[in-house]
């Protein structure tokens, strides 16, 4: 079983342009999930997939966007980036229909020069 | 949301147990009690979760005080392995309070052999 598998593992972009990061939940999941970690913090809730639609959204404002796809898989995009938005980007994943615990990825690390 | 506190930093010599407290004092009926954590270079892992009784598991143990305001994980023999930030974490305990985890700042456990 692979896990959650994220990509890319790093990224480096400057401000202004646009990201996209991918995230293949764990084997068996079906709803997926977006944190963002800045340096030294603890992880923070962007939003939550399922069903192909967000269902529950952090506090993060409109240029972070996202979409899942019929086979789960997500992806996460965040417009006009701005410096602050260096962080790293965690995916999370587990069964909707349970309350099972989460399964995070590695993450992906972003760098916004 | 109820919220946790935990001691920044802590120290532990290998093969001796480790006992990581965290406040919750405002929690509420609602509320488990969880406990996830991230090693080095890696997304957070679940550890433990609990709600009024103590629990055990392969990895650790989670001792909860009898008015909930207070729990202690204990990992029996720590190992260099198990050096990593831990974090207490309050989930409600409704299905549809999806992925969304609240992480504070956590206590980074350093252990010496």
């Known amino acids: 079983d692979a896990g959650v598998t994220q990509s890319p593992t790093h990224l480096i972009k400057t401000r202004g342009q646009q990201v996209t990061l991918r995230c293949s939940p764990k084997s068996g999941h079906d709803t997926v999930s977006w944190y963002q970690q800045a340096l030294g913090q603890g992880p923070q809730f962007i939003f939550q997939?399922?069903?192909?639609?967000?269902?529950q959204r952090g506090n993060f404002p409109d240029r972070f966007s996202g979409h899942q796809f019929p086979n789960y898989s997500s992806e996460l995009n965040v417009n006009a980036l701005l410096l602050g938005d260096s962080a790293l980007y965690l995916c999370?994943?587990?069964?909707?229909?349970?309350?099972?615990?989460?399964?995070f990825g590695s993450g992906t690390q972003l760098s916004v020069l | 949301d109820a919220k946790t506190t935990q001691p920044n930093s802590m120290e532990s010599n290998e093969e001796e147990p480790v006992h990581l407290p965290c406040n919750h004092s405002t929690i509420s009926g609602t509320d488990y009690i969880h406990w996830y954590r991230q090693l080095p270079s890696q997304g957070p892992e679940y550890v433990i979760h609990?709600?009024?009784s103590n629990v055990n598991n392969r990895m650790a143990s989670l001792a909860i005080a009898e008015d909930r305001k207070s729990s202690t994980l204990i990992l029996h023999r720590a190992t260099l392995r198990d050096a990593a930030v831990y974090y207490c974490i309050l989930k409600k305990i409704r299905n549809n309070a999806g992925n969304m985890l609240t992480f504070g700042g956590g206590t980074r456990l350093m252990v010496k052999p």
């Open positions: 997939y399922y069903e192909e639609e967000e269902r």
């Open positions: 609990g709600l009024t």
């Open positions: 999370a994943s587990r069964r909707r229909s349970t309350n099972e615990k989460l399964f």
